[in-house]
T-cell receptor, first 114, second 110 residues
Framework: DAGITQSPRYKITETGRQVTLMCHQT?????MFWYRQDLGHGLRLIYY???????DKGEVPDGYVVSRSKTENFPLTLESATRSQTSVYFC?????????????FGNGTRLTVT | KQEVTQIPAALSVPEGENLVLNCSFT??????LQWFRQDPGKGLTSLLL?????REQTSGRLNASLDKSSGRSTLYIAASQPGDSATYLC?????????FGDGTTLTVKP
């Protein structure tokens, strides 16, 4: 099916563990984004990527690592999870440059760090 | 740094009312502005996108306007229904990335 798929939908992990959230899109969109959504903070940009092998920091990048070896995949890794990283994580994508290209979102991953 | 504000944070109206949600932004050098709907525990669904050169966009009972020079957008919902109850977010795109407001949570009472 066309669209953005995030996995897993729910994840519980312990403090200090490494965890990777997956994002896959089928449109061949150039841009991909990772946001986190927390009560009181809205959606905040963690990292984004303009193309394969090109990534850039967003507003809250500390504690996260991304890679983009293929256009369709944009995994987000928490190298050593902390309780403050408990959040809902959304992946998004859009086409390149054009001003009328909308953002499309996945269904999110709810991560709990205990 | 772009800052996006949505007022009010919450709104409750009786069914059938017309209503306006507001979105303001500080940096007017935008590419576009996009309105989203989010149901509890769900992802974001795109409602309307207005390019920087446009003044408004319409989809069904929804109408979004953009005044780039004053840094404002409004989302007008006509004849509201209980099914419109959700959180509405605006996102402003500058160059590569988009900045979101915190949203307006709308409740439409039957």
């Amino acid at each position: 099916d066309a669209g953005i798929t995030q996995s897993p939908r729910y994840k519980i992990t312990e403090t200090g563990r490494q965890v990777t959230l997956m994002c896959h899109q089928t449109w061949s969109h150039s841009y991909m984004f990772w946001y986190r959504q927390d009560l009181g903070h809205g959606l905040r940009l963690i990292y984004y990527s303009a193309a394969a092998d090109i990534t850039d920091k967003g507003e809250v990048p500390d504690g996260y690592v991304v890679s983009r070896s293929k256009t369709e995949n944009f995994p987000l890794t928490l190298e050593s999870a902390t309780r403050s990283q408990t959040s809902v994580y959304f992946c998004a994508s859009r086409d390149r440059v054009e001003t009328d290209s909308p953002l499309h979102f996945g269904n999110g991953t709810r991560l709990t760090v205990t | 740094k772009q800052e996006v504000t949505q007022i009010p944070a919450a709104l409750s109206v009786p069914e059938g009312e017309n209503l306006v949600l507001n979105c303001s932004f500080t940096d007017s050098a935008i590419y576009n502005l996009q309105w989203f709907r989010q149901d509890p525990g769900k992802g974001l669904t795109s409602l309307l996108l207005i390019q920087s050169s446009q003044r408004e966009q319409t989809s069904g009972r929804l109408n979004a306007s953009l005044d780039k020079s004053s840094g404002r957008s409004t989302l007008y919902i006509a004849a509201s229904q209980p099914g419109d109850s959700a959180t509405y977010l605006c996102a402003v795109r500058n160059a590569g990335k988009s900045t979101f407001g915190d949203g307006t949570t709308l409740t439409v009472k039957p």
